[in-house]
């Protein structure tokens, strides 16, 4: 029974071993490197960590004042606890199958493969008719060969502009009318020629009646009238109040001569 009992309890250890071969140096260096951080901690560090997780409730060693007990023991438990958590994950990225992690990858590229196909749709764009599609993709649903030959450059427009012979003569004579007409000499082009202005017809001046004398003023007046406003156009210096004054009585005195004519004119008629 005694030999039974070892053989079963070396068989366990041995296959507890196997088990975790692939997380011993995670182990051993993860409690390595965190017991050497806490060997070189400063003494003010090792009673503020005693003091935040309420350690010297569990020893003395960690009642102020520390010493360098209650530093070995602060290194030795922050080194198990490194080596659980570092053999822990080396476990899982060892054998994902034994911890469960390959079904949580499976499961996870499954969803973002159904993802993938299945398209967004709003409630207002849902219809009994138009099902969902995937999006078009090159590679599934274009032929390997492509989609035939490229034209180039030079094809298309050959294409698109046909040959001089095709063009209708209508065509080029319709286009020789609407060109311009062009002057061979120069100053002779038509926008350069003065323009004739046509103004009214002015009385005869070797007449001598009272109409024609009443005409030849009207017309004095009002060639007088467009001249001063075409000054007043210009841009001028300032003129005396003296000779604006003179002017405004010359055009009054001009145009109570015009309406004594008018009136005699009118009699003469009437």
């Known amino acids: 029974m005694d030999d039974s009992g070892e053989t079963s309890g070396q068989t366990r250890g041995a296959a507890l071993l196997a088990a975790l071969r692939p997380a011993l140096p995670a182990v051993i260096g993860a409690a390595a490197l965190t017991f050497l951080f806490a060997a070189v901690m400063p003494m003010a560090w090792v009673a503020g960590i005693s003091w935040n997780l309420y350690l010297d409730r569990l020893s003395d060693f960690f009642v102020p004042p520390v010493g360098n007990a209650a530093r070995l023991s602060l290194a030795l438990g922050m080194s198990a606890v490194a080596a659980l958590l570092a053999g822990f994950v080396a476990l899982v990225v060892a054998t994902p199958e034994?911890?469960?992690?390959?079904?949580?990858?499976?499961?996870?590229?499954?969803?973002?493969?159904e993802s993938d196909e299945a398209l967004p749709r709003r409630r207002a764009d849902l219809h009994p008719d138009d099902l969902p599609r995937a999006p078009i993709r090159a590679g599934r649903d274009l032929p390997a060969g492509g989609l035939g030959p490229i034209a180039s450059a030079d094809d298309e427009r050959a294409i698109a502009v046909p040959e001089a012979a095709d063009w209708?003569?209508?065509?080029?004579?319709?286009l020789a009318d609407l060109a311009p007409v062009e002057v061979d000499v120069e100053g002779e082009e038509p926008w350069l020629q003065p323009v004739e202005s046509t103004g009214p017809a002015m009385p005869d001046p070797t007449d001598n009646s009272i109409g024609a004398m009443v005409a030849r003023f009207e017309a004095g007046l009002a060639s007088r009238r467009q001249a001063q406003a075409a000054t007043a156009a210009?841009?001028?210096?300032?003129?005396p109040i003296t000779e604006s004054a003179g002017e405004e009585?010359?055009?009054f005195a001009l145009e109570a001569a015009l309406g004594t004519l008018q009136r005699m004119n009118r009699q003469a008629i009437g």
Not at 169 to 174: Q, R
């Open 234 to 239: 210009i841009p001028v210096p300032a003129v």
């Open 98 to 113: 034994a911890s469960g992690l390959a079904a949580v990858r499976r499961r996870v590229r499954r969803s973002a493969a």
């Open 168 to 174: 209708p003569v209508d065509g080029e004579l319709i």
């Open 249 to 251: 009585e010359i055009d």
